[in-house]
Structures are given as structure tokens and as C-alpha cells.
């Protein structure tokens, strides 16, 4: 079992920035792809950003160039460096774990932080 928490959501003006966090407890971090979904007002959750266990990261084409995945196995943690940020990038984030055992894949979520793109 794998619990996830987020933070560093909130308000910011179009054009600023904010960076989001994922804390993982339980299993093994490192062998975990992580990812960042969002999932705007009335549409369903879409992928932004993915990480491997080797530190490949992979990007909507939405946020390329703008936002930046990492990950420190050592703190069990991901954040999500989000720049340049548009209107269009409000919804809630949620953080994923991908665990494989034996053979299944196992999906957990956070329980989400809010980011909201105004003026």
C-alpha cells in the first residue's frame, strides 16, 4: 500500500508560478513511476507530467517547456515545477504511483491540491 500527500497548490496570476510536492509512504519509492495528473471543471483527468524510477520524465504537450517533473528517492518525494502558468492549467492535481507486483499494476492517488490560474 502506497499513501500519497500533495501540497503547494493555490492562487496565482497568469504568467506566475508555483511548485507542487508529493510525499510517498509505504513500499518502495524508487521503484515507482510516478506521475501528475489534473482534472479541470466538468472534464475528465488528463496525465501532465511522468517520471521513471531511472528519472526519464515525459510531458503533456499542453505543458512542455513550462512545467518540470523531478523526483528525490533519497525523500521519497516529486514535485512539479510549474512556470509560466495559463488560465487553462486550473484544476485539482492529484499524484500518482505506479507500482508493479508481480506481474499486476497497481495505481494509487493522492488526495489532491487545488491550483487556480487567475487574475
Known amino acids: 500500500q502506497v499513501q500519497l500527500v500533495e501540497s503547494g497548490g493555490g492562487l496565482v496570476q497568469p504568467g506566475g508560478s508555483l511548485r507542487l510536492s508529493c510525499v510517498a509512504s509505504g513500499g518502495v519509492f524508487s521503484l515507482n513511476t510516478m506521475g501528475w495528473y489534473r482534472q479541470a471543471p466538468g472534464k475528465q483527468r488528463e496525465p501532465v507530467a511522468g517520471?521513471?524510477?531511472?528519472?526519464?520524465?515525459n510531458y503533456a504537450d499542453s505543458v512542455k517547456g513550462r512545467f518540470t517533473m523531478s523526483r528525490d528517492n533519497a525523500k521519497n518525494t516529486v514535485d512539479l515545477q510549474m512556470d509560466s502558468l495559463k488560465p487553462v492549467d486550473t484544476g485539482v492535481y492529484y499524484c500518482?504511483?505506479?507500482?508493479?507486483?508481480?506481474?499486476?499494476?497497481?495505481?494509487?492517488w493522492g488526495q489532491g491540491t487545488q491550483v487556480t490560474v487567475s487574475s
Open positions: 500518482n504511483a505506479r507500482v508493479v507486483r508481480s506481474g499486476d499494476v497497481y495505481d494509487y
Open positions: 517520471i521513471t524510477p531511472s528519472g526519464r520524465t
